[in-house]
């Protein structure tokens, strides 16, 4: 039996700190399905299939695993798609207590659903200030994204 997990997320743009997570996550699992999912609270600033293919080249550049699935799911609850794949954990990133207490109510009702559980991971320390949102903001105004971001967000955002 696989041991198959799901980080899921907007990933408008995608980190340094997404991918340490994802790394990190990759060698916990057989199996790990990078989600990116709509947020309908949030405006996006890249389309969901340009997020999933900066996704694969951040994956691929930073080498990790081969067991890494990148895709995205817009309809239904999570829990649904990891029904679907046979996932039985839920990895989400937190950089604070804010996120903490943002993600425990969530993982609670995921796991009263379908039984999913629910893992936290910490972000490497040199990126747990960093947020998709900063990036965005950083970025419009013509800041140097590169320290936060894999070489191809950064070059992609340049090129926009």
């Not at 039996?1 to 996550?25: Q, W, Y």
């Amino acid at each position: 039996m696989s041991r198959i997990a799901v980080v899921p997320g907007s990933f408008d743009p995608i980190t340094l700190g997404h991918l340490d997570v994802i790394g990190r996550a990759a060698g916990l699992f057989d199996e790990l399905h990078v989600l990116v999912v709509h947020n309908p609270g949030k405006t996006a600033l890249l389309p969901i299939a340009q997020r999933v293919s900066l996704i694969e080249q951040a994956v691929a550049e930073a080498k990790l695993p081969g067991n890494i699935v990148v895709t995205s799911w817009s309809v239904g609850l999570l829990v649904d798609y990891c029904t679907d794949v046979g996932a039985k954990v839920i990895v989400k990133g937190i950089r604070s207590q804010v996120d903490v207490a943002y993600e425990t109510p969530m993982a609670l009702v995921n796991r009263d659903l379908a039984g999913v559980e629910t893992i936290f991971l910490l972000p490497n320390p040199a990126h747990a200030f960093v947020s998709s949102s900063l990036v965005r903001q950083v970025a419009s105004l013509g800041g140097d994204v590169t320290p936060y971001v894999p070489g191809a967000v950064a070059h992609f955002l340049q090129q926009s």
